[in-house]
C-alpha cells in the first residue's frame, strides 16, 4: 500500500516533469536561438555605430563617440535581455524587471546628476569650434590656456605653469575666449 503510493507520486512526478520539458522546450530553444541573433545583431549595430560616429566626430571628439556607442549598447542589450525573458515565458519577470530598472535608472540620474550636466556640458565644449586646446581663456576670475577637454572636466595651465582643472558645467556657464595678441 505504501509502496503504491510511493511509485504513483513518483510516477506522476516524473510525468509531469517530463510535460513541463517538453512544453517549455520550443520556447527555451526559440530563446537561444534569439540570443545568438540579438548577440550579433547588437555586435554589428554597435560597430556601425562607432564606425560612422567616429568618422562624423573624428579624432578630437572620439569621446563623444564612445558615450554614444555605449548608451546605444546599453539599451539594446537591456531590450534583448527583456526580450529574451518574454520569448521563453518569463513576461511578467520582464516587465517587472523593466520597471524596476525605470525607478532606479530615475534614482541614479538624480544622484548623478552634477556628473550628468558636466557630461552634457562637456560634449558641448568638445563640439564648439571656439573652444579648442591652446585657446587662451577666461573662466570666471581664472585665466589660462585650455590644455585638455574631456567629458566631465577641462584642465587648464595657468600663467605661473599650474594646472587647473574645472567641472565641465562651470567651464560651460562662465568662460570667455580672450583675444590673440
Do not use: C, H
Not at 8 to 37: H, K, Q, W
Not at 81 to 86: C, E, S, V
Not at 140 to 147: C, D, L, M, R
Not at 154 to 178: H, M, P, Q, Y
Amino acid at each position: 500500500m505504501v509502496a503504491d503510493f510511493v511509485l504513483r507520486i513518483v510516477d506522476s512526478t516524473i510525468r509531469g516533469l517530463v510535460s513541463g520539458v517538453e512544453a517549455a522546450l520550443p520556447r527555451l530553444v526559440a530563446g537561444l536561438v534569439f540570443a545568438a541573433v540579438a548577440y550579433l545583431g547588437v555586435r554589428l549595430i554597435l560597430a556601425a555605430l562607432g564606425a560612422s560616429l567616429r568618422r562624423y566626430y573624428g579624432e578630437r571628439q572620439e569621446l563623444v563617440a564612445q558615450l554614444f556607442v555605449t548608451v546605444v549598447g546599453i539599451f539594446l542589450w537591456f531590450a534583448a535581455g527583456l526580450t529574451f525573458l518574454k520569448i521563453v515565458g518569463m513576461g511578467d519577470i520582464a516587465a517587472s524587471l523593466g520597471t524596476a530598472v525605470g525607478f532606479i535608472a530615475l534614482g541614479v540620474s538624480y544622484a548623478l546628476s552634477e556628473m550628468i550636466e558636466d557630461t552634457v556640458a562637456g560634449v558641448y565644449l568638445l563640439r564648439d569650434p571656439d573652444f579648442e586646446v591652446g585657446d587662451e581663456i577666461k573662466v570666471g576670475s581664472t585665466e589660462g590656456t585650455v590644455a585638455a577637454i574631456e567629458l566631465r572636466k577641462s584642465r587648464f595651465t595657468l600663467e605661473n605653469g599650474d594646472t587647473w582643472i574645472a567641472a565641465n558645467r562651470k567651464v560651460e556657464a562662465e568662460w570667455t575666449k580672450l583675444a590673440e595678441e
